[in-house]
Nanobody, 115 residues
């Protein structure tokens, strides 16, 4: 079955950087676009970034444009989210997602931005 496993979260100071990873299994990774979402405490889950099957197309929520970069390595079945210039408001659980016949989600990785 489809499995998505995120990693790379942690505690980082404002202005710092982190790289999240999401390893996919149970399907042909290169055939599906991938997305990152996040959910901050007390808020609804929101879209963060999208990458097409080949990586040739990406888009981002306005609040992270110029600071976050989504990428993928189809040979490693992995999608990444490079986050820089982190702000307190980026604190959230980050989830990767793929859409096939259903929506599939990982369990998430917590990013805390605090001094």
């Amino acid at each position: 079955q489809v499995q998505l496993v995120e990693s790379g979260g942690g505690l980082v100071q404002p202005g710092g950087s982190l790289r999240l990873s999401c390893v996919a299994s149970g399907y042909t990774f290169s055939s599906s676009a991938m997305r990152w979402y996040r959910q901050a405490p007390g808020k609804e889950r929101e879209f963060v970034a999208f990458i097409s099957t080949t990586g040739s197309s990406t888009n981002y929520v306005d609040s992270v444009k110029g600071r976050f970069t989504i990428s993928r390595d189809n040979a490693k079945n992995t999608v990444y989210l490079q986050m820089s210039s982190l702000k307190a408001e980026d604190t959230a659980v980050y989830y990767c997602n793929t859409r096939r016949t259903n929506d599939y989600w990982g369990k998430g990785t917590l990013v805390t931005v605090s001094s």
